[in-house]
């Protein structure tokens, strides 16, 4: 590993230029954007930013969007002068003439991949848009894996996958969707692809200041991409992609459309994360954000423990900040520690031992601070979520509460929190129901991005926003259109993408139908 070192220490190693183009425009300046190269028909619609549970109430929010543009370097191949008579020849060999190839090999474990999308059409359920192509990174860990960005392959009909310097795509198949963390995991059946590869080596989470190269092929070239910078920041992070708040590792070096997937190297050559987001604003410059290898690791470790990818756990309980001495004072708390629940989930297990009114003040043994966060490391602090997310799913958290002035210690299961409204569709296609002209769907929140909130009414909003499932498994279920027909005239006034129906049920198709029907009629 001498060489690799030697790769990331050497003050002289030739970065190659970047350049930025624009593929996708919006009204808001600052914005998360996942690091894709892709260029869609029809691009989608900016997430919208949810209230969501296990959030500190007061804790800023950013927007979320998709990133355009992309970065790269060409060097002059060859050049050829006469000095005195005498021709010197630049042309770059095309054979390596030395026998240490172990920076090479080191490089050798990022490939490029290309993946075709079908991205399904939320107001017309039964078809699909028409497909667009992207091209991302990816990385060898290891017994045949590939680990990448989940939104590189996401509505994904086919993924193919290229090594540094062969001219070969192999076909790749996605074992693993973790959407909320971003990441994907991929195999590659064809034994010719690992053939003299070695996997990189997962490091620990790094320190402010020190120094990461981010590996990757971002728009602008063929060729593998370097770019260098430090660690400028580590805290619980907004994920783009996935609507979710989970560690983060905040870096300067350049990230692109393209560098999603590709692994991020600390000064010892260890893989210490992976890129995926950047933060774009006319007030900000070089925000690039990397998943750290802490929600790698517990990505894979769920994923072999379970034989798919179950989700991180969560509370199921909304909070509040307890930094008000007279709010403290009338809820009993002696000291300036805790923070307050302000609602709790019903179909969460906490339900059982939390209430509303209840003040958290420490998780499996470790303190809370009135500002929602708890100590990390030696000398930080950060966000309470941090410790949720540490949990896998059905693990038992001990809490200790102050409810009216009493302490106690209560204990709950985790689990990943289901939405009402989910944010990813499973299986990848919206499933409906048509009878007489009236089309059913569920409610998700690709379909209000797709029809525009100014469509959908604010009743509808509200409850997509800040209603919670009562029961398990429970749905909103929308009527999004009428077609035309004879058996539904005058109810045309429901279709032209209104929404003006609205039920929540699990009840069997008959007796949803039946349902419907006295409700419409």
């Given at each position: 590993?001498?060489?690799?070192?030697?790769?990331?220490?050497?003050?002289?190693?030739?970065?190659?230029?970047?350049?930025?183009?624009?593929?996708?425009?919006?009204?808001?300046?600052?914005?998360?954007?996942?690091?894709?190269?892709?260029?869609?028909?029809?691009?989608?619609?900016?997430?919208?930013?949810?209230?969501?549970?296990?959030?500190?109430?007061?804790?800023?929010?950013?927007?979320?969007?998709?990133?355009?543009?992309?970065?790269?370097?060409?060097?002059?191949?060859?050049?050829?002068?006469?000095?005195?008579?005498?021709?010197?020849?630049?042309?770059?060999?095309?054979?390596?003439?030395?026998?240490?190839?172990?920076?090479?090999?080191?490089?050798?474990?990022?490939?490029?991949?290309?993946?075709?999308?079908?991205?399904?059409?939320?107001?017309?359920?039964?078809?699909?848009?028409?497909?667009?192509?992207?091209?991302?990174?990816?990385?060898?860990?290891?017994?045949?894996?590939?680990?990448?960005?989940?939104?590189?392959?996401?509505?994904?009909?086919?993924?193919?996958?290229?090594?540094?310097?062969?001219?070969?795509?192999?076909?790749?198949?996605?074992?693993?969707?973790?959407?909320?963390?971003?990441l994907a995991l991929l195999s590659v059946e064809n034994e010719e692809f690992w053939r003299?590869?070695?996997?990189?080596?997962?490091?620990?989470?790094?320190?402010?200041?020190?120094?990461?190269?981010?590996?990757?092929?971002?728009?602008?070239?063929?060729?593998?991409?370097?770019?260098?910078?430090?660690?400028?920041?580590?805290?619980?992070?907004?994920?783009?992609?996935?609507?979710?708040?989970?560690?983060?590792?905040?870096?300067?070096?350049?990230?692109?459309?393209?560098?999603?997937?590709?692994?991020?190297?600390?000064?010892?050559?260890?893989?210490?994360?992976?890129?995926?987001?950047?933060?774009?604003?006319?007030?900000?410059?070089?925000?690039?954000?990397?998943?750290?290898?802490?929600?790698?690791?517990?990505?894979?470790?769920?994923?072999?423990?379970?034989?798919?990818?179950?989700?991180?756990?969560?509370?199921?309980?909304?909070?509040?900040?307890?930094?008000?001495?007279?709010?403290?004072?009338?809820?009993?708390?002696?000291?300036?520690?805790?923070?307050?629940?302000?609602?709790?989930?019903?179909?969460?297990?906490?339900?059982?031992?939390?209430?509303?009114?209840?003040?958290?003040?420490?998780?499996?043994?470790?303190?809370?601070?009135?500002?929602?966060?708890?100590?990390?490391?030696?000398?930080?602090?950060?966000?309470?979520?941090?410790?949720?997310?540490?949990?896998?799913?059905?693990?038992?958290?001990?809490?200790?509460?102050?409810?009216?002035?009493?302490?106690?210690?209560?204990?709950?299961?985790?689990?990943?929190?289901?939405?009402?409204?989910?944010?990813?569709?499973?299986?990848?296609?919206?499933?409906?129901?048509?009878?007489?002209?009236?089309?059913?769907?569920?409610?998700?929140?690709?379909?209000?991005?797709?029809?525009?909130?100014?469509?959908?009414?604010?009743?509808?909003?509200?409850?997509?926003?800040?209603?919670?499932?009562?029961?398990?498994?429970?749905?909103?279920?929308?009527?999004?259109?009428?077609?035309?027909?004879?058996?539904?005239?005058?109810?045309?006034h429901m279709g032209n993408q209104q929404v003006n129906l609205l039920v929540s049920s699990?009840?069997?198709?008959?007796?949803?139908?039946?349902?419907?029907?006295?409700?419409?009629?």
């Amino acid at each position: 590993m001498a060489g690799v070192a030697a790769l990331f220490a050497s003050p002289a190693l030739p970065f190659p230029s970047t350049s930025t183009s624009s593929s996708s425009s919006s009204s808001c300046s600052c914005r998360f954007r996942p690091a894709v190269a892709c260029a869609p028909r029809h691009p989608p619609a900016p997430r919208r930013v949810i209230r969501r549970f296990d959030e500190v109430e007061g804790a800023s929010k950013k927007r979320r969007g998709v990133i355009g543009g992309g970065g790269g370097g060409d060097s002059l191949a060859s050049s050829t002068r006469k000095d005195k008579g005498l021709a010197v020849d630049f042309k770059e060999s095309q054979v390596a003439d030395f026998e240490d190839l172990e920076e090479d090999k080191f490089l050798n474990a990022v490939v490029k991949v290309y993946c075709t999308h079908i991205r399904p059409d939320y107001g017309l359920p039964w078809q699909k848009q028409r497909q667009h192509s992207s091209t991302g990174s990816a990385f060898m860990i290891g017994d045949g894996k590939l680990l990448t960005n989940a939104h590189c392959v996401e509505h994904d009909t086919q993924v193919k996958v290229k090594r540094r310097g062969d001219d070969k795509k192999y076909v790749a198949k996605v074992l693993a969707r973790g959407t909320e963390c971003d990441l994907a995991l991929l195999s590659v059946e064809n034994e010719e692809f690992w053939r003299g590869t070695e996997p990189l080596q997962l490091g620990r989470l790094p320190c402010l200041q020190d120094s990461v190269t981010v590996v990757g092929y971002p728009l602008g070239g063929d060729t593998i991409s370097v770019t260098k910078g430090v660690v400028s920041r580590i805290e619980v992070t907004p994920y783009a992609h996935g609507t979710s708040d989970l560690l983060g590792v905040q870096i300067d070096a350049a990230i692109n459309a393209g560098n999603s997937g590709g692994p991020a190297f600390n000064e010892q050559g260890e893989c210490i994360g992976v890129a995926f987001q950047v933060f774009r604003s006319d007030e900000a410059e070089n925000i690039g954000y990397v998943i750290p290898t802490t929600v790698v690791s517990h990505f894979l470790n769920d994923y072999h423990k379970n034989g798919k990818y179950t989700g991180f756990p969560c509370l199921g309980v909304l909070l509040q900040k307890l930094e008000n001495p007279a709010l403290r004072e009338s809820l009993k708390v002696p000291s300036s520690e805790g923070i307050l629940v302000r609602r709790v989930e019903p179909t969460a297990p906490a339900s059982s031992v939390l209430r509303k009114g209840d003040v958290i003040t420490s998780f499996d043994g470790i303190s809370v601070g009135c500002e929602g966060t708890v100590p990390f490391r030696s000398t930080e602090r950060i966000a309470f979520r941090y410790l949720t997310s540490q949990k896998y799913a059905g693990d038992v958290a001990q809490l200790g509460i102050i409810r009216e002035g009493n302490f106690m210690k209560v204990q709950t299961i985790l689990h990943p929190r289901k939405h009402l409204v989910p944010f990813n569709v499973e299986g990848g296609q919206p499933s409906y129901l048509i009878v007489a002209g009236l089309v059913f769907t569920p409610l998700t929140e690709p379909f209000i991005e797709e029809e525009c909130e100014d469509t959908l009414g604010l009743k509808l909003l509200a409850k997509a926003r800040y209603s919670l499932s009562t029961f398990e498994g429970e749905q909103i279920v929308i009527v999004s259109q009428v077609l035309a027909s004879e058996v539904n005239i005058g109810y045309e006034h429901m279709g032209n993408q209104q929404v003006n129906l609205l039920v929540s049920s699990t009840l069997p198709v008959l007796d949803m139908l039946l349902h419907l029907a006295n409700v419409i009629l």
